[in-house]
């Protein structure tokens, strides 16, 4: 069986970005450093600080990030948009509106033909959403 995780790189901040994914949609967040890393005695000491591994994981998925490194900055994929479901009315307007805290609503959550609650926005990481709380298919 394969499955399809998400991996984020951001340019310094995945602490703060994960800490926030995860005050917004729970889970169980993991963070290792450069410095608490195997590998810290092959990078520079002004690395040690950066995030070489971040983990939040729930039941149903898994999102992973990291600083981008060697003094790339990532480029913010605008084709991309990450996808997340909801069971209730309720998680959807929560978490929507945690989501959105800082960033920009492209679409309010919203009923729509195929979902109960439906929004766009983009996170104040430059990160794309879609909360969705599905009606059944015909």
Do not use: C
């Not at 984020?8 to 800490?19: I, Q």
């Not at 309720?90 to 609503?105: Q, T, W, Y």
Request: a negative charge.
């Amino acid at each position: 069986m394969s499955t399809l995780n998400v991996y984020l790189v951001f340019d310094g901040n995945t602490r703060e970005a994960m800490t926030y994914y995860k005050e917004a949609i729970g889970g169980d967040l993991k963070i290792m450093t450069v410095g608490e890393s195997p590998m810290k005695d092959h990078m520079p000491p002004e690395m040690h600080g950066q995030v070489m591994h971040a983990l939040l994981q729930t039941p149903s998925f898994t999102l992973m990030a990291s600083d981008g490194m060697m003094g790339k900055p990532p480029v913010n994929g605008d084709s991309v948009a990450l996808a997340f479901g909801v069971t209730s009315n309720d998680d959807a307007e929560n978490v929507f509106a945690k989501l959105s805290d800082g960033g920009n609503v492209t679409m309010p959550i919203q009923e729509t033909f195929w979902a109960y609650r439906y929004g766009q926005l983009t996170d104040k990481f430059g990160i794309n959403w879609m909360v969705n709380y599905n009606k059944p298919m015909p």
